[in-house]
Each structure stands twice: as structure tokens, then as C-alpha cells.
């Protein structure tokens, strides 16, 4: 099972979860719970969804005690951490996002729809936190090949975010508090770490946000972070994306590095008026040793 192979490379025993929370039922996020043995159900495992997303669902192999509704609105307990549901268009039963808050610290897990409504922005104002979609470059969607009924999906206001309407939406909710932006769900055949991270890093250069902006891999197991600050030494990025310290401040691009060419020798300007200096110094000394070697008969 890819889930507990990505688990695997995290060092992450399934045993440890204490609860799954599912957005949505498209496949690309609930393929796992269709199996035979689904992950909630090997290892007792709550999961929570909206109920409109279990009845469109319809799994029966999970026990009825480990599915759990979830209200918009209703913040559910886990452990020391505290899970509110909001909606989010998108083109299912009932989709959410979620806000993940712990102490004063609060997280913004928002993926997989068309548009940000005022009503998010406003509830995710100030999260140090974002897991935010960035999902397409719309010129390359809509050059991508594929059937127009699809692109029509991913452009609309029920589809996916581009990376311009990323930029602006956390540009509206970003602050000085935010301590870090991470865009995910990338699409990986119409859109790129550099254009997603070039689009939000312009949309945040007005803002006072001075935390750290990451390119998550579309493709590859996101570490996990702790609540609090997370330094970036301790978020391996693969060097396919890009990671950038505080873009408030001018760009420096730490990963990946580029080969540093080999540096050329510096040599000095001959019509410079240093070099022209140098070359009168030497060439009177020249001649005083010259006058001097003569009068000794040395």
C-alpha cells in the first residue's frame, strides 16, 4: 500500500495515528479506503468526514464505530489538537478544508477548489501555517491536450486554484504572524515549483509576511512538522522544488543550488589608472637600481 510505504519513509508508525480526516471523495484522495483492508480499519484508525462524503462513499469495509461525522463549524478534539471543518467550492458531495489549531498556534489545510470566498479568507486571516493548493499554470492547462470538458473543470469556480489565484488569496490572509506557506497540489503536468513559487512570492512581496514559502512535491511524501516553528534545516525539500527563506527580503534561492561555475582568474586592467601607477613605480626602480649597480661597479 503506497500510504504505509510513504509512512515508512517518514518513520511513522500507522499504531501513532490518531485520526484520518477526509476533504473529499474524489480518488486521488480516498483510493486507500477502497482496498480490501483499508488503513482505518487495519489499525482502528477514527476517520472523519462530512456525511455527505460517506454516503457518497458507501464504504462497508469499515467498522461503523471508527466512521465519524464532521460539522462545518464543529471543532473536533484529537489528542491536543483541535480540527475545524469549513466549506470550500469544489465540484463534490460536500467538500471541506480544514483549520488545525494547537495553543495559539493554527494551521490551514485548503486544497482542491475553484476560488477563495471572503469567508475563508477571513477565517484563515493570521494562521501561522498554510497548506495552500497551487495547483495549475492555466496557459499550460489549457495547452495541456487534454479534453476540454476537463480543462472547463480545473478552470472553473468549482475546480482548482492556479497559481495566480493562490497568490492572491494569501496575499489577503497572510500576516506577520504567518510563519510559513507551503503550496501543494501541484499538478504535474500543468504546472512547475518554479512558476507556482514565482507566482505567491510576488503576491507576498506587498505583504508583511517574512516567514518561509515552500514548493511541497506533488508526487512524494510531505515530513511532518511540529506545532511551533518549524526551522528550515528540519524540512527536507527534494532538490527538484524550490525552498525560499523570507521572501519579504530580497530572493535568495537556498534549494536547489545551482553548479557554481569555475571561477575565472581576476587580472588586472592594463588601462587602468592603477595598473598605469604600478607600471611607473616598477619601471623608476628599475632605473634607480640600474644607476646604483653602475656607480658601485657591481
Same mark, same amino acid.
Given at each position: 500500500?503506497?500510504?504505509?510505504?510513504?509512512?515508512?519513509?517518514?518513520?511513522?508508525? *500507522?499504531?501513532?495515528?490518531?485520526?484520518?480526516?477526509?476533504?473529499?471523495?474524489?480518488?486521488?484522495?480516498?483510493?486507500?479506503?477502497?482496498?480490501?483492508?483499508?488503513?482505518?480499519?487495519?489499525?482502528?484508525?477514527?476517520?472523519?468526514?462530512?456525511?455527505?462524503?460517506?454516503?457518497?462513499?458507501?464504504?462497508?469495509?469499515?467498522?461503523?464505530?471508527?466512521?465519524?461525522?464532521?460539522?462545518?463549524?464543529?471543532?473536533?478534539?484529537?489528542?491536543?489538537?483541535?480540527?475545524?471543518? #469549513?466549506?470550500?467550492?469544489?465540484?463534490?458531495?460536500?467538500?471541506?478544508?480544514?483549520?488545525?489549531?494547537?495553543?495559539?498556534?493554527?494551521?490551514?489545510?485548503?486544497?482542491?477548489?475553484?476560488?477563495? *470566498?471572503?469567508?475563508?479568507?477571513?477565517?484563515?486571516?493570521?494562521?501561522?501555517? #498554510?497548506?495552500?493548493?497551487?495547483?495549475?499554470? *492555466?496557459?499550460?492547462?489549457?495547452?495541456?491536450?487534454?479534453?476540454?470538458?476537463?480543462?472547463?473543470?480545473?478552470?472553473?469556480?468549482?475546480?482548482?486554484?492556479?497559481?495566480?489565484?493562490?497568490?492572491?488569496?494569501?496575499?489577503?490572509?497572510?500576516?506577520?504572524?504567518?510563519?510559513?506557506?507551503?503550496?501543494?497540489?501541484?499538478?504535474?503536468?500543468?504546472?512547475?515549483?518554479?512558476?507556482?513559487?514565482?507566482?505567491?512570492?510576488?503576491?507576498?512581496?506587498?505583504?508583511?509576511?517574512?516567514?518561509?514559502?515552500?514548493?511541497?512535491?506533488?508526487?512524494?511524501?510531505?515530513?511532518?512538522?511540529?506545532?511551533?516553528?518549524?526551522?528550515?534545516?528540519?524540512?527536507?525539500?527534494?532538490?527538484?522544488?524550490?525552498?525560499?527563506?523570507?521572501?519579504?527580503? *530580497?530572493?535568495?534561492?537556498?534549494?536547489?543550488?545551482?553548479?557554481?561555475?569555475?571561477?575565472?582568474?581576476?587580472?588586472?586592467?592594463?588601462?587602468?589608472?592603477?595598473?598605469?601607477?604600478?607600471?611607473?613605480?616598477?619601471?623608476?626602480?628599475?632605473?634607480?637600481?640600474?644607476?646604483?649597480?653602475?656607480?658601485?661597479?657591481?
Amino acid at each position: 500500500m503506497r500510504t504505509l510505504a510513504a509512512l515508512r519513509a517518514l518513520n511513522v508508525s *500507522p499504531e501513532s495515528i490518531s485520526a484520518i480526516f477526509l476533504t473529499h471523495e474524489h480518488g486521488d484522495h480516498v483510493k486507500a479506503l477502497k482496498i480490501r483492508l483499508p488503513l482505518p480499519q487495519r489499525y482502528g484508525i477514527t476517520t472523519y468526514a462530512p456525511k455527505g462524503v460517506w454516503d457518497a462513499l458507501r464504504i462497508e469495509s469499515i467498522d461503523l464505530e471508527l466512521k465519524k461525522n464532521i460539522t462545518v463549524g464543529k471543532p473536533i478534539q484529537v489528542a491536543e489538537l483541535q480540527v475545524l471543518a #469549513f466549506t470550500k467550492p469544489h465540484d463534490t458531495s460536500e467538500p471541506v478544508g480544514y483549520m488545525v489549531s494547537s495553543n495559539d498556534t493554527r494551521c490551514a489545510v485548503v486544497t482542491d477548489l475553484g476560488e477563495v *470566498p471572503t469567508d475563508i479568507e477571513k477565517l484563515l486571516s493570521g494562521c501561522e501555517y #498554510f497548506i495552500f493548493e497551487s495547483n495549475h499554470d *492555466p496557459d499550460m492547462e489549457r495547452a495541456s491536450g487534454r479534453g476540454p470538458m476537463l480543462i472547463e473543470r480545473v478552470l472553473g469556480p468549482n475546480g482548482h486554484l492556479s497559481n495566480q489565484q493562490a497568490a492572491r488569496a494569501l496575499s489577503k490572509m497572510v500576516t506577520k504572524e504567518t510563519q510559513m506557506v507551503m503550496l501543494g497540489h501541484l499538478s504535474i503536468d500543468c504546472n512547475t515549483p518554479g512558476l507556482a513559487y514565482g507566482a505567491t512570492l510576488n503576491g507576498l512581496k506587498q505583504t508583511s509576511f517574512c516567514g518561509e514559502l515552500l514548493v511541497l512535491p506533488p508526487d512524494e511524501a510531505t515530513p511532518f512538522l511540529s506545532a511551533g516553528r518549524a526551522p528550515a534545516s528540519l524540512i527536507p525539500v527534494p532538490q527538484y522544488h524550490k525552498k525560499v527563506a523570507k521572501p519579504c527580503k *530580497p530572493a535568495k534561492v537556498e534549494f536547489p543550488l545551482p553548479k557554481s561555475p569555475v571561477p575565472t582568474p581576476v587580472r588586472p586592467n592594463p588601462d587602468s589608472d592603477i595598473w598605469v601607477v604600478m607600471k611607473t613605480i616598477a619601471w623608476v626602480l628599475g632605473v634607480v637600481l640600474l644607476i646604483y649597480l653602475f656607480l658601485t661597479g657591481r
